[in-house]
């Protein structure tokens, strides 16, 4: 007959909880997550940003107002004619942004938009017209 006690090899061996086991997995799985969040990648969003504030002050340097030559022009002759006209200046200068982007308008007689925040990806272009200087700022929050 065969001795069936156990050897010392075979007392040596032994098995992982799988408490453990869970326990690595789901780590793993959170970590990979966050490092997938960590690690994608940024849109080239300042480029972009850049060129949009460029755009939108063309646009506003370039508006006609009739026979008194730009809407910026005009809404610079005096603080009355700017907050008559800033609800224009800044359609205007939103007309070519995306729904996500704002845009702020400064001028040496009044401001048309919303200022942004902190923290908020910023990009500004001047806007210039005969007597007037403007400050042309795009942001998204």
Do not use: K, N
């Not at 960590?38 to 504030?53: E, G, I, N």
């Not at 702020?104 to 990806?121: D, F, H, L, M």
């Amino acid at each position: 007959m065969r001795d069936r006690r156990r050897t010392p090899r075979s007392q040596s061996r032994g098995q992982l909880s799988l408490t453990v086991v869970e326990g690595t997995v789901a780590t793993l799985f959170i970590l990979v997550v966050a490092a997938g969040f960590a690690l994608t990648p940024t849109p080239a969003v300042s480029a972009s940003l850049d060129q949009q504030a460029t755009d939108a002050a063309s646009m506003v340097a370039t508006v006609p107002a009739g026979e008194t030559g730009t809407l910026l022009e005009t809404a610079c002759t005096s603080p009355e004619e700017f907050d008559t006209r800033a609800t224009q200046l800044h359609s205007v200068a939103s007309s070519s942004l995306p729904d996500s982007a704002f845009v702020s308008i400064r001028t040496p007689v009044g401001t048309a938009g919303t200022p942004p925040p902190e923290r908020a990806r910023t990009a500004s272009a001047p806007a210039v017209v005969p007597g007037c200087t403007a400050t042309v700022e795009v942001w998204y929050p």
